[in-house]
């Protein structure tokens, strides 16, 4: 072999070269957010078409079991916790899709077991205000996130119930 291609100058080179591959090929991959998520599940959508894309539930029928009817709007930001008296920056994450005066639906980044109870508290409430206890009716995987239909220990006060979207 030539002595000029076996050169500590071209050798160095070349193998710093490689270790800057293989740290850009390992470096660490931003986080996604929930509502990043949810987002790219509906498709890139904007958020005011994020709700039409996301009733991923079957249209009302003359024999839906529903009490009362449902609704989508914009995903409301809530806390998730399974203790009443978390502190609501400790609780999980989570995002209202779908909500009735009996219960709702959120996307949550973990599953919640069938028939557990847990309680929800909109990220936009005022200090002081409740949490409310909901049932887990179904856990949904959808991808990268789980969707869980819910239904509400007692009926919320209406001004609670406004909370969630």
Not at 112 to 126: D, K, L, M, N
Request: net charge positive; proline share 11%; glycine share 10%.
């Amino acid at each position: 072999m030539p002595p000029e291609l076996t050169s500590p100058q071209l050798v160095w080179p070349a193998a710093a070269a490689g270790v800057a591959l293989l740290l850009w090929a390992v470096r660490p991959r931003p986080v996604r957010s929930l509502r990043e998520k949810v987002g790219d599940a509906a498709g890139g959508a904007r958020d005011h078409d994020i709700d039409l894309v996301l009733n991923w539930l079957p249209p009302e029928s003359a024999n839906d079991r529903r009490r009362s009817p449902r609704r989508g709007g914009a995903p409301t930001p809530i806390r998730v916790a399974i203790f009443p008296d978390a502190d609501p920056r400790a609780a999980e994450e989570g995002l209202v899709l779908d909500r009735s005066a009996g219960g709702l639906c959120f996307a949550a980044h973990r599953r919640f077991p069938q028939g557990v109870g847990v309680y929800v508290r909109s990220e936009s409430a005022p200090a002081g205000s409740p949490w409310v206890g909901v049932v887990v009716r179904h856990c949904r995987d959808h991808g990268d996130h789980f969707l869980i239909g819910c239904s509400f220990l007692g009926a919320p006060p209406w001004n609670v119930l406004l909370l969630f979207g």
